[in-house]
């Protein structure tokens, strides 16, 4: 089945009844626990959720991909190079970074001259599905956290201001809601203020905080985290740290230190090393995930504010460019702002309103 008709088939098929489709999440799962809705009918809809939260959160990325598409075909209706040329400004624009672009470019002229395609609006599907499939090609890293069936120690990183604490508190309110024990260390003891920041949000998802005084040593924080948490038999301990990038040297010395603490009490963790990125910064967020990846190893990648940018082609390009796959995406302030991130799910966010008006087509 090809791409389009997938997602067709998984967001704009057949909807769950409006009865269902308006209710809280809570009132679901007591409507599921209670046998009046089936298994299917609950994931259908939280499938359906999920898709709704990428295309709000994507919304700004949308409407400005979709408008420079129409725009192109408008301008260049035949297949040639000045129409390719023009492709590659809208999407090197849209973040998807040059390599990616060059790619996606190239094997779309392959394809043009292999199906005999001479009008744009023809390829204007393909340009989609070519896009996810070199998104999915290469996909020799896990994109699924690596959890443990006892303690699993995640670690976060990334410069000031990218969403490192906000995320914290999203993805523990994520495990809280499994049902998991989640503990988190105030690794950033620099900043005037993180260590508040990190209690309320423990406070808010219900999770322990682990914490000393304003400047004291990251590492003895951590130490003292991974410890408890090995105590208290805790499921999940997510380590905060500072955001310093002005001297590498010094980043260095610190995660490796903070590393070397967690060793000594589980030589397997951290199980994830995860780098925040704030997606509205573009290109710049690329040269952060090269710097800190030749810091430290980095397991993954926490992509924020993308509901802030009109760029969403970032995503594309630190998957293709960087090789490291992007694991949850920020969309939002609130504490459910935060999903688990998916290819399919992506795509249909920044292309849903092509992909109904081609389900209307077919419907006809
Ligand atoms: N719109 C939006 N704002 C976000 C998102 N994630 C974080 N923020 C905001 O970014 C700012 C900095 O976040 P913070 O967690 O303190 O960053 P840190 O310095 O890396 O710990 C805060 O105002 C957050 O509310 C997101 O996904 N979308
Ligand atoms: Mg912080």
Same mark, same amino acid.
């Given at each position: 089945?090809?791409?389009?008709?997938?997602?067709?088939?998984?967001?704009?098929?057949?909807?769950?009844?409006? #009865?269902?489709?308006?209710?809280?999440?809570?009132?679901?799962?007591?409507?599921?626990?209670?046998?009046?809705?089936?298994?299917?009918?609950?994931?259908?809809?939280?499938?359906?959720?999920?898709?709704?939260?990428?295309?709000?959160?994507? &919304?700004?990325?949308?409407?400005?991909?979709?408008?420079?598409?129409?725009?192109?075909?408008?301008?260049?209706?035949?297949?040639? #190079?000045?129409?390719?040329?023009?492709?590659?400004?809208?999407?090197?624009?849209?973040?998807?970074?040059?390599?990616?672009?060059?790619?996606?470019?190239?094997?779309?002229?392959?394809?043009?001259? @292999?199906?005999?395609?001479?009008?744009?609006?023809?390829?204007? #599907?393909?340009?989609?599905?070519?896009?996810? /499939?070199?998104?999915?090609?290469?996909? *020799?890293?896990? &994109? &699924?956290?690596?959890?443990?069936?006892?303690?699993?120690?995640?670690?976060?990183?990334?410069?000031?201001?990218?969403?490192?604490?906000?995320?914290?508190?999203?993805?523990? *309110?994520?495990?809280?809601?499994?049902?998991?024990?989640?503990?988190?260390?105030?690794?950033?003891?620099?900043?005037?203020?993180?260590?508040?920041?990190?209690?309320?949000?423990?406070?808010?998802?219900?999770?322990?905080?682990?914490?000393?005084?304003?400047?004291?040593?990251?590492?003895?924080?951590?130490?003292?985290?991974?410890?408890?948490?090995?105590?208290?038999?805790?499921?999940?301990?997510?380590?905060?740290?500072?955001?310093?990038?002005?001297?590498?040297?010094?980043?260095?010395?610190?995660?490796?230190?903070?590393?070397?603490?967690?060793?000594?009490?589980?030589?397997?963790?951290? *199980?994830?090393?995860?780098?925040?990125?704030?997606?509205?910064?573009?290109?710049?967020?690329?040269?952060?995930?090269?710097?800190?990846? /030749?810091?430290? &190893?980095?397991?993954?990648?926490?992509?924020?504010? @993308?509901?802030?940018?009109?760029?969403?082609?970032?995503?594309?390009?630190?998957?293709?460019?960087?090789?490291?796959?992007?694991?949850?995406?920020?969309?939002? /302030?609130?504490?459910?702002?935060?999903?688990?991130?998916?290819? /399919?799910?992506?795509?249909?966010?920044?292309?849903?309103?092509?992909?109904?008006?081609?389900? #209307?087509?077919?419907?006809?």
């Amino acid at each position: 089945m090809s791409l389009f008709n997938r997602l067709k088939k998984k967001f704009s098929g057949k909807h769950t009844d409006e #009865e269902i489709e308006n209710k809280e999440s809570d009132e679901l799962i007591d409507e599921l626990d209670d046998g009046l809705i089936s298994l299917e009918e609950f994931e259908e809809w939280e499938q359906e959720q999920i898709g709704y939260k990428f295309r709000m959160g994507l &919304e700004k990325s949308r409407e400005r991909f979709q408008a420079q598409i129409n725009q192109l075909m408008a301008t260049h209706r035949t297949v040639d #190079e000045d129409f390719f040329e023009a492709l590659e400004e809208v999407l090197i624009s849209a973040d998807v970074g040059f390599n990616t672009v060059m790619e996606l470019t190239d094997e779309l002229r392959d394809y043009a001259k @292999l199906k005999n395609i001479t009008e744009t609006v023809d390829l204007k #599907e393909v340009i989609v599905e070519k896009m996810i /499939e070199i998104y999915e090609r290469n996909n *020799h890293i896990s &994109e &699924e956290m690596n959890m443990q069936d006892d303690l699993t120690v995640i670690l976060v990183v990334g410069v000031n201001g990218v969403g490192k604490t906000t995320s914290i508190g999203k993805i523990a *309110h994520r495990y809280v809601k499994e049902g998991k024990s989640v503990m988190l260390a105030a690794g950033d003891t620099f900043r005037a203020g993180a260590i508040n920041q990190l209690q309320v949000w423990g406070d808010r998802v219900g999770a322990d905080v682990i914490k000393q005084s304003e400047g004291s040593d990251p590492a003895a924080v951590v130490f003292d985290a991974v410890n408890a948490a090995k105590r208290r038999g805790t499921d999940v301990l997510i380590c905060d740290t500072a955001g310093r990038l002005q001297n590498k040297g010094n980043l260095m010395k610190e995660l490796e230190k903070i590393k070397n603490v967690i060793k000594k009490v589980d030589e397997n963790a951290p *199980h994830e090393v995860l780098l925040v990125l704030d997606a509205t910064t573009g290109q710049n967020a690329l040269s952060q995930a090269k710097a800190f990846n /030749e810091v430290t &190893e980095i397991t993954g990648i926490v992509l924020t504010k @993308l509901d802030g940018t009109a760029k969403g082609g970032i995503v594309l390009a630190i998957k293709n460019e960087l090789g490291i796959p992007v694991k949850f995406v920020g969309l939002g /302030e609130k504490i459910d702002d935060l999903e688990v991130f998916s290819a /399919e799910n992506y795509v249909y966010g920044l292309f849903s309103d092509m992909i109904d008006e081609t389900s #209307e087509e077919n419907d006809e």
